[in-house]
């Protein structure tokens, strides 16, 4: 697990455990007593008389607990929650690779949203356990057993890159209990090899390689996620070069360099494997169709994104009646960072 491993009881269908995320996120080690002292210090301590030098830690935010729960066929699944207790429920779904703590980049967005954001990490991520032979139409289950446990009726579903097609299969599975779903820039079916049009030459190969269900894909995505996990500030840059400027300059910030490297620091070690099965499964047939789809459906898109480009939001818009289809000029696939609270607003007019 990414943190160290906290005493788990057992209990029926109940959360097994409760993990407090540390401010840093800069470490999956346990902590030393002094350090966590010294980490966990008020940030008013002065020092000699002196306030203490800003650091890193000073421009992540803090973040709710995360929990564990066990699901029916006895896999955990992590998840956390920010924004107001009694706010509308949104169950947002992180992107590829990625966990719940992607989703905790702007929590003052989600408190003047007004909304209960409750971020999910996918098998294989974050604290929930990989899941051999997945189909992307088992995720609907999973997101159904959790708002069973928190006593959530119904909610919307928020997609953010790869959690794009798990919003989308959770308002095709889940029927009334979805009020809304918001995809943000989403991957659309892949089945088609023009799929990849437009993007990046690295996330080309990788999608050719999932048509082939190359088992090269999940080696390259095994050393991937340990050089991440390892060196983030390196990986990180490595990816800026590859993007659009809009893009790479958000990648840039402080504050956001901060939430992507705490997120694969504490990367799970099924991380590559996850990431492996999320392509192969996003260029496959789904499952489901699209135009099953009877819920309202909000796609926001940049017209400057590489990663997933516009015509992977144009392809969902045409197959689903009640979409609507937010396109942003010179905008790349990191859009949702200066807008998270628009569409979380959006999701829960």
């Not at 009881?9 to 902590?31: D, E, L, Q, T």
């Not at 169709?289 to 819920?295: E, K, P």
Request: net charge neutral; aromatic share 6%; proline share 6%.
């Amino acid at each position: 697990m990414p943190l160290e491993d906290p005493t788990r009881v057992v209990s029926r269908g109940k959360p097994v455990c409760s993990v407090a995320n540390s401010v840093s996120g800069v470490s999956s080690a346990p902590f030393s007593r002094l350090a966590r002292k010294a980490l966990f210090a008020p940030h008013s301590a002065r020092v000699n008389g002196k306030s203490p030098p800003m650091t890193i830690l000073d421009k992540v935010p803090t973040v709710s607990d995360s929990h564990i729960m066990t699901l029916a066929d006895g896999r955990d699944l992590g998840w956390l929650e920010l924004g107001a207790a009694d706010g509308w429920p949104v169950f947002g779904f992180h992107g590829t690779p990625g966990s719940r703590l992607q989703l905790t980049f702007d929590e003052d967005a989600v408190r003047r949203a007004g909304v209960r954001l409750v971020a999910l990490d996918r098998p294989g991520y974050g604290l929930s356990t990989y899941q051999p032979a997945r189909r992307l139409t088992d995720w609907p289950q999973d997101v159904a057993g959790l708002a069973d446990h928190l006593g959530v009726d119904r909610f919307s579903v928020m997609g953010i890159s790869g959690g794009g097609p798990h919003a989308a299969v959770c308002a095709a599975m889940l029927g009334e209990r979805v009020a809304s779903a918001g995809i943000v820039s989403g991957v659309g079916p892949m089945t088609n090899p023009q799929s990849s049009d437009g993007m990046t030459r690295s996330n080309r190969l990788l999608v050719s390689l999932a048509h082939r269900h190359s088992k090269i894909l999940s080696a390259i995505f095994e050393v991937q996620a340990h050089f991440a996990k390892n060196w983030p500030g390196k990986a990180l840059d490595l990816v800026i070069k590859e993007l659009p400027p809009a893009d790479a300059d958000i990648l840039r910030r402080p504050d956001v360099r901060a939430i992507f490297e705490r997120d694969v620091r504490r990367s799970s070690r099924t991380t590559g494997r996850a990431q492996a099965q999320d392509f192969v499964l996003f260029a496959s047939e789904w499952g489901f169709d699209l135009t099953s789809i009877r819920v309202p459906v909000v796609l926001w898109q940049g017209d400057a994104d590489r990663n997933v480009p516009l015509h992977h939001a144009q392809v969902m818009h045409d197959a689903i009646s009640k979409s609507v289809l937010h396109t942003f000029a010179g905008e790349g696939h990191f859009l949702v960072i200066n807008r998270l609270e628009e569409i979380l607003v959006g999701l829960s007019a």
